[in-house]
């Protein structure tokens, strides 16, 4: 990350993943991207971006490209990231909707549908096991990995529940070490890092 | 054209309701769209979500559909404006903020208790998805063959999605 790219560049990095990044798993391509390929961001960095994403509203693949593109290229990065990211997909699927207005039937094939469905869950259990292998380090990781699993999938609260309770339980757990320190000073600390 | 405004208001609504994907969205666009504005039949709107799960790129790009088979490319624009720049104004100031507490002791907290919740989250949605997406030994040969592929080899990953693509279309219909 010596030398940072042109909103250009940015521009149409974003704007191939945007273009062929079938199947519903843009997260793999990103990281394909923006780190195995660019090399702007290591895995660490690309799961902090991710982590961002995933706690804000918006769509992983669009918050991901402005964090992205802002950290690259400012605010011009972050908008030529975000822009380029969604034209691709709003083409397709303006055009999607003229067809399906005038035939009325679906255009597109159910079964290819499936088939994509099918690779897709292949490639985005491949990406996550790379970032977590890359990422994942020691007992806490492991269990509030497995908390968030089961909060979505066991016990079915949802991504908001999950996220705010085990979020919450995992920060705590690597709280910062100060345990004299009293609150003001920290309050203090936090506007100084403002400025 | 009339409904412009429902448009650019239904879609500004669900987007802050994505958190942590486009899908935690969809039963409340089921209300909106089909109970409270009649804009699309509950068919149309499956139909229309699956177009999505086949475009390239952010898959809750539907709404431009949704907005175009409502009021013509106009909708389109206006219900993607409507459901990318609210949020992405959002991430954009929180991405800011963060970059500005680099030194705030909790930062470091908060970026290590996130990280591996963030891989669960992506995984259990992953599991919830497979469920769906796996129904027989062609798609569990397809999901292996494409998992083999991306751990092994540095081919790009959309030529095996596209491949299945074109298996799916004739071994799965």
Redesign the interface.
Same mark, same amino acid.
């Given at each position: 990350m010596s030398k940072k790219p042109s909103i250009l560049e940015i521009f149409l990095t974003f704007l191939t993943?945007? @273009? +062929?990044?079938? %199947?519903?798993? !843009?997260?793999?391509?990103l990281r394909?991207a923006l780190v $195995?390929r660019k090399r702007w961001f290591d895995d660490?960095e690309f799961?902090?971006l &991710?982590?961002?994403?995933?706690?804000?509203?918006?769509?992983?693949? &669009?918050?991901v490209a402005?964090?992205a593109g802002? $950290?690259m290229g400012g605010?011009g990065g972050?908008a030529a990231g975000?822009l380029a990211?969604?034209?691709? @997909?709003?083409v397709?699927? #303006?055009v /999607? %909707?003229?067809l399906?207005?005038h035939h009325g039937t679906?255009p =597109?094939?159910? /079964? /290819?549908? $499936?088939?994509?469905?099918?690779?897709? #869950?292949?490639?985005?259990?491949? &990406?996550?096991?790379? +970032? %977590?292998k890359k990422?994942?380090r020691g007992v806490?990781? /492991?269990l509030?990995?497995? =908390?968030?699993? =089961?909060? +979505? &999938?066991y016990f079915k609260v949802?991504?908001?529940v #999950?996220?705010l309770v !085990?979020?919450a339980? @995992? +920060?705590?757990?690597?709280?910062?070490h100060?345990p004299k320190e009293k609150p003001a000073e920290?309050t203090d600390?936090?506007i100084?890092?403002?400025q | 054209m009339d409904q412009i405004p429902a448009i650019i208001r239904v879609f500004a609504f669900l987007s802050f309701l994505t958190i942590g994907g486009g899908m935690a969205a969809f039963p409340e666009m089921k209300v909106q769209i089909v109970q409270v504005h009649h804009w699309l039949t509950d068919d149309q709107l499956v139909h229309v979500y699956s177009t999505g799960q086949m475009s390239p790129g952010p898959n809750m790009m539907m709404v431009a559909e949704v907005g175009q088979l409502v009021a013509g490319l106009v909708g389109a624009i206006c219900a993607a404006l409507a459901f990318f720049v609210p949020t992405g104004l959002l991430t954009f100031a929180v991405g800011r903020i963060w970059n500005k507490l680099a030194n705030w002791p909790w930062r470091t907290s908060i970026q290590k208790g996130l990280g591996p919740v963030a891989i669960g989250l992506a995984v259990g949605g992953l599991i919830i998805f497979g469920k769906g997406a796996i129904t027989g030994w062609v798609t569990i040969a397809l999901a292996f063959v494409t998992f083999v592929a991306v751990m092994r080899t540095k081919i790009n990953p959309a030529l095996f999605i596209l491949g299945a693509g074109v298996v799916g279309f004739f071994a799965l219909r």
């Amino acid at each position: 990350m010596s030398k940072k790219p042109s909103i250009l560049e940015i521009f149409l990095t974003f704007l191939t993943i945007g @273009a +062929i990044s079938f %199947g519903g798993g !843009v997260v793999a391509y990103l990281r394909d991207a923006l780190v $195995r390929r660019k090399r702007w961001f290591d895995d660490v960095e690309f799961l902090e971006l &991710t982590a961002i994403s995933n706690t804000l509203p918006g769509l992983n693949a &669009t918050n991901v490209a402005i964090l992205a593109g802002d $950290r690259m290229g400012g605010f011009g990065g972050a908008a030529a990231g975000l822009l380029a990211m969604c034209l691709p @997909a709003f083409v397709f699927m #303006t055009v /999607a %909707g003229m067809l399906y207005a005038h035939h009325g039937t679906r255009p =597109l094939a159910n /079964a /290819a549908l $499936r088939g994509v469905a099918a690779s897709a #869950t292949g490639l985005l259990a491949a &990406t996550w096991y790379k +970032i %977590g292998k890359k990422s994942l380090r020691g007992v806490y990781d /492991a269990l509030f990995l497995v =908390l968030a699993i =089961l909060g +979505i &999938t066991y016990f079915k609260v949802g991504v908001p529940v #999950t996220l705010l309770v !085990v979020g919450a339980l @995992a +920060i705590f757990a690597y709280r910062p070490h100060v345990p004299k320190e009293k609150p003001a000073e920290e309050t203090d600390e936090w506007i100084k890092s403002l400025q | 054209m009339d409904q412009i405004p429902a448009i650019i208001r239904v879609f500004a609504f669900l987007s802050f309701l994505t958190i942590g994907g486009g899908m935690a969205a969809f039963p409340e666009m089921k209300v909106q769209i089909v109970q409270v504005h009649h804009w699309l039949t509950d068919d149309q709107l499956v139909h229309v979500y699956s177009t999505g799960q086949m475009s390239p790129g952010p898959n809750m790009m539907m709404v431009a559909e949704v907005g175009q088979l409502v009021a013509g490319l106009v909708g389109a624009i206006c219900a993607a404006l409507a459901f990318f720049v609210p949020t992405g104004l959002l991430t954009f100031a929180v991405g800011r903020i963060w970059n500005k507490l680099a030194n705030w002791p909790w930062r470091t907290s908060i970026q290590k208790g996130l990280g591996p919740v963030a891989i669960g989250l992506a995984v259990g949605g992953l599991i919830i998805f497979g469920k769906g997406a796996i129904t027989g030994w062609v798609t569990i040969a397809l999901a292996f063959v494409t998992f083999v592929a991306v751990m092994r080899t540095k081919i790009n990953p959309a030529l095996f999605i596209l491949g299945a693509g074109v298996v799916g279309f004739f071994a799965l219909r």
